[in-house]
């Protein structure tokens, strides 16, 4: 009896610890979907970084944003989405490894919509030239926040803090 | 008329206040403002520069007296935009520089961020390449923000205009930078093409995603 009552607690664990490891997303996606994606009415700060394996600032940035990303998560309701403006056939390949390499466990989407770039660079901000890294901020589809160039980890950690 | 005097104050004071009010609400969807990039407009007159090619000779738009407009190009040896963007920027030049508007490419990194974008590694692109039009290096890094250019590529075409070099259009060269035989839209071109046929330019500002400039003083 103390047995069974034993093997039902662990698979009731094991269950449970198997929900919440939900792998995270690594898909290819055009704006339209990623502004579905990012602008949603669930009271959860959404913060969204540009970014792509090429790009020094952005490589440079990452680790504070993974860090700052596991300090909040399941803490609050915030969720930090990695978007990648690399080549769509580079998903599997050079960003796969890079997220492997910088130990990325947030939802990475590659926005695969090169030929209107003219129309959603200034669809997320105004401000923004195309210029990456670049971050922003949204909750209930409202923009809080928008950065071109890179964040330090005090200067992310205030952004989050303000607007949770 | 003391009471009326009396009363004005009065109303003045409080729309006063309510403005202060309203100004010190939290600017909050503003603070994207802040780094609104600054350089040349549409329109504005751009001034000259002087910098040194890969000839090691030093180039001005005043050595031109016979250009009717300007392609100016902030490229640079490193970005995978601007590497994708080589080809293009050469057959700019091979199609316009005889119309009357030459590519004068501009490198705005400094090399010591980024040493593929030294002068030494500019002058081997340029001859690997072939490149027909001057290749200069924004040596002082004084020249790019100046026109405001933010990345590489970053296209600026100039028109004369009684002398004056005028800004007509800012922004990318085409739509598809990952694949030159499906572009759809040839802004650049498009530009140069209604300064030379005399018409209004339909797009005179695009934006494409690019490598930022490197600058020591943009580190925070």
């Excluded at chain 2, 939290?26 to 504005?44: L, M, Q, R, S």
């Excluded at chain 2, 902030?74 to 057959?91: G, L, S």
């Excluded at chain 2, 035989?181 to 093409?193: C, G, H, K, L, S």
């Amino acid at each position: 009896m103390k047995l069974n009552a034993l093997i039902a607690f662990v698979f009731l664990l094991s269950s449970a610890t198997h929900r919440t490891a939900i792998p995270p997303v690594r898909a290819s996606v055009n704006y339209d979907q990623l502004k579905e994606i990012i602008e949603k009415n669930d009271n959860k700060l959404y913060v969204v970084n540009f970014w792509a394996t090429w790009c020094r600032p952005c490589i440079e940035e990452l680790p504070h944003f993974v860090e700052v990303s596991s300090a909040y998560e399941n803490q609050a309701p915030f969720q930090m989405i990695l978007v990648s403006l690399d080549k769509a056939e580079l998903l599997e390949t050079d960003v796969a490894q890079m997220i492997t390499k910088l130990h990325i466990d947030n939802d990475v989407y590659l926005l695969d919509d090169n030929k209107r770039m003219n129309y959603w660079i200034s669809a997320v901000d105004s401000t923004w030239s195309g210029a990456i890294p670049a971050t922003v901020f949204y909750k209930n589809g409202q923009k809080l926040h928008f950065t071109e160039g890179q964040l330090t980890k005090e200067e992310l950690t205030a952004i989050i803090q303000q607007h949770l | 008329m003391k009471k009326i005097t009396l009363l004005l104050i009065a109303i003045t004071a409080v729309a006063l206040s309510a403005f202060k009010l309203v100004d010190s609400t939290p600017k909050i969807a503003n603070t994207t403002e802040d780094v609104a990039p600054k350089g040349y407009a549409i329109g504005d007159e751009a001034s000259d520069f002087n910098l040194k090619n890969i000839d090691d000779k030093m180039v001005s738009l005043a050595n031109y007296p016979n250009a009717k407009g300007f392609i100016i190009t902030f490229t640079c040896n490193h970005c995978p935009y601007a590497v994708a963007y080589e080809q293009r920027i050469m057959d700019l030049d091979a199609k316009y520089a005889s119309l009357g508007y030459p590519v004068i490419a501009i490198s705005p990194n400094d090399p010591a961020l980024v040493p593929e974008d030294g002068m030494d590694e500019m002058k081997k692109l340029a001859s690997t390449k072939g490149y027909t039009f001057p290749y200069l290096l924004d040596e002082k890094q004084e020249v790019y923000p100046l026109f405001g250019a933010t990345k590489t590529p970053h296209i600026f075409i100039l028109h004369k205009e009684n002398g004056k070099n005028i800004v007509k259009y800012i922004g990318a060269i085409d739509n598809n930078y990952a694949n030159p035989d499906d572009v759809t839209e040839r802004y650049a071109e498009d530009a140069v093409n209604a300064l030379i046929a005399g018409t209004d330019i339909k797009v005179t500002t695009t934006k494409a995603i690019g490598c930022s400039i490197k600058d020591s003083r943009n580190k925070k």
